[in-house]
């Protein structure tokens, strides 16, 4: 995997994990990979989301594991020390595309108008986050957005479940959407690694 283009191809339902718990982090890579689901987007939004992402990428070396939430220049080089494989940004700066490009991995940047992403590709980005995605429009706004701008890709996220996401994967500038209904915060906590299981098995036959 070389390219942001790879990601969207990866699963039809890029998971987005917030970890309270780094001995959650293996147990559900494993659960999520066994349903069939190839990539998991860890969230920089907890003290345990880096050490997360580390034991992930040693033990569960099948599943494609990033770091979402990137939110400032000093979390890219934090996420590439912990063995991420991409990045995700829930919107965009200079700075922190800057940082973020500058770890040579693959990231979609985070956009939620035409002029942003109008700006993130004349940066030559043109896979992007669309977020967050039902409360910036939906599926019709990204289908109004295919027109002018024929040339992006999205990974829409925010707000989308298992049943608004065909109408997403149905758009042609739609690879994959991120959702976080695979894992459940009562779900991890309980530790029911086969419910996590059945939920990305779902998952992956959406497309």
């Known amino acids: 995997m070389t390219t942001p283009a790879d990601l969207l191809e990866l699963s039809p339902v890029m998971p987005v994990v917030v970890l309270d718990d780094v001995a959650q982090a293996v147990p559900v890579a494993e659960a999520l990979l066994r349903g069939g689901i190839r990539v998991i987007e860890v969230t920089l939004r907890t003290p345990a989301a880096l050490a997360s992402i ?8 099948d599943l494609v594991v990033g ?11 934090q996420a590439l020390d912990a063995g991420s494989r991409f990045i995700v940004t829930p919107g965009s700066t200079d700075a922190v595309l800057d940082a973020v490009a500058a770890t040579g991995l693959p990231f979609l940047p985070g956009v939620s108008t035409v002029s942003e992403a109008m700006w993130a590709a004349e940066r030559g980005c043109t896979v992007l986050k669309f977020f967050p995605a039902e409360a910036a429009g939906g599926a019709a706004y990204l289908k109004s957005v295919h027109g002018p701008l024929p040339g992006l890709r999205f990974c829409p996220t925010g707000g989308i479940t298992v049943e608004s996401a065909p109408k997403y994967l149905a758009l042609p500038n739609v690879g994959c959407v991120g959702g976080s209904w695979l894992t459940p915060k009562d779900v991890l906590a309980a530790g029911d690694w086969q419910r996590i299981e059945q939920l990305a098995t779902a998952a992956s036959r959406l497309r």
């Open 54 to 61: 580390e034991r992930i990428a040693a033990a569960v070396p």
């Open 67 to 77: 770091a979402g939430t990137v939110t400032a220049p000093e979390h890219a080089k």
